[in-house]
């Protein structure tokens, strides 16, 4: 189908879970809320702009009657997600521009700013219910589990963070050793029992929920894209789709690990947030083009006894350097080894109008994509040339698309 054609760039989106409305936060600030039918249409419904700074997060409640944003202004704003009406504001809601928003419970919203400060907030009341301050670098995503009612937080400072937010401790339940890598996303799979995080190499790390103390340190790390893993999403137990700065989504299994494929391309610009529709027949995804792709994923969500199969089939372009296929071969402790290919098909999609091998022959190889990884804190001997942590680059490339929007908008005075 066509792309969504926005205003301004992008930096988040999400899907409504009672209607067939999708939601896009622009640089600009405005809010642009869409309709789309089961041929993936698109009608505009509504554009709002609660403030004249950049809109960084959106997030819809279980109920689809609440639609949060929040801003570099640092506001914390609610929406009507069916008339556009704005029905409460939170002025000043942290002391640093916002960065991410997640919807916990009907009456908890948590909100993550760039300097690691997560806040909860019940949406009744004019004040934050708590604050935590083990992060110090900008929150890059938030994933909630319902079980336990635990918030996971992941930020630029390479660790992520568990917070009960049943408690009133202000210090959270466990939090992962710091790394030398910047976490910028994360989605659950396995029935939730286990965490994928993305990281600024390009290196999935797997996490157990089993224990506080299976949070220090992942249980498996998955090689192989070229670049930085900037959003992640879980399509069905298994099987995640990736949106990396190289511009690609592509979908991945987790636990055994295969590379499945590119289901979309956003031509080089960052793939900044990833989102499925509440049927699971569209995979949203928002880059730095100033546009929305919406991509046809029906056949990925059906279950299945073999959902790798399914996607596979779909694809037509299962390959594997060895001849063996794409799973990886681990070690006894679950690490990846050489012999892993880039995550590159061999034929573009057949839903895919462009064609990807320019891509592919772009992406790394040799010992500088395939080398074994192995993280301590202090970095090690077997990470690739270059992938040490540069800091705040994906924050970076926000504050500068900002900066160039507000030089245009003086431009136009």
Aim: charged content about 25%; overall charge negative; aromatic content about 6%.
């Amino acid at each position: 189908m066509p792309d969504i054609a926005l205003k301004s760039q992008c930096f988040d989106l999400a899907f409504s879970p009672t209607q067939d409305h999708l939601y896009a936060g622009l640089l600009t600030g405005e809010v642009t809320a869409f309709a789309y039918d089961d041929s993936g249409s698109c009608t505009e419904l509504f554009s709002v702009r609660p403030t004249k700074r950049s809109c960084r997060g959106v997030a819809v409640d279980a109920d689809g009657r609440r639609l949060f944003t929040v801003s570099k202004a640092k506001t914390l704003h609610t929406i009507d997600p069916l008339t556009g009406l704005i029905v409460n504001e939170k002025l000043g809601a942290h002391e640093s521009p916002i960065n991410r928003v997640a919807v916990c419970t009907a009456n908890v919203v948590a909100t993550g700013d760039d300097e690691g400060v997560v806040k909860l907030w019940d949406p009744r009341k004019p004040t934050e219910i708590r604050a935590f301050t083990r992060h110090y670098d900008f929150i890059s995503d938030f994933i909630f589990f319902e079980d336990k009612h635990h918030l996971v937080s992941t930020s630029g400072d390479g660790s992520l963070t568990v917070m009960d937010i049943r408690g009133s401790k202000l210090q959270p339940l466990a939090q992962s050793e710091e790394e030398d890598d910047e976490y910028l996303s994360v989605c659950a799979v396995k029935m939730q029992s286990k965490l994928v995080v993305g990281t600024q190499v390009g290196t999935l790390s797997i996490f157990n929920r089993s224990t506080a103390a299976s949070y220090r340190s992942p249980v498996d790390r998955m090689p192989g894209h070229p670049a930085s893993v900037d959003a992640l999403v879980a399509l069905t137990d298994d099987i995640i789709a990736t949106g990396s700065s190289d511009g690609l989504v592509r979908l991945v299994q987790v636990m055994p690990n295969r590379l499945l494929g590119v289901v979309a391309d956003h031509d080089d610009m960052p793939v900044e947030r990833l989102a499925v529709s509440r049927n699971g027949n569209w995979l949203g995804s928002a880059s730095h083009d100033d546009s929305l792709k919406l991509t046809d994923i029906a056949d990925v969500s059906k279950e299945s006894d073999d959902e790798a199969d399914d996607v596979s089939s779909m694809l037509h372009q299962e390959e594997d350097v060895s001849g063996e296929g794409a799973e990886m071969d681990t070690d006894d402790d679950g690490s990846q080894w050489e012999g892993l290919s880039p995550l590159e098909p061999s034929q573009p999609v057949q839903s895919l109008q462009s064609d990807h091998g320019d891509k592919r022959s772009a992406a790394p190889d040799g010992p500088t994509a395939l080398k074994r990884v192995r993280r301590t804190s202090g970095g090690s001997e077997d990470e690739p040339e270059g992938t040490k942590r540069k800091g705040r680059r994906k924050l970076q490339a926000k504050n500068q698309a900002e900066a160039s929007d507000q030089v245009s908008f003086f431009a136009d005075l």
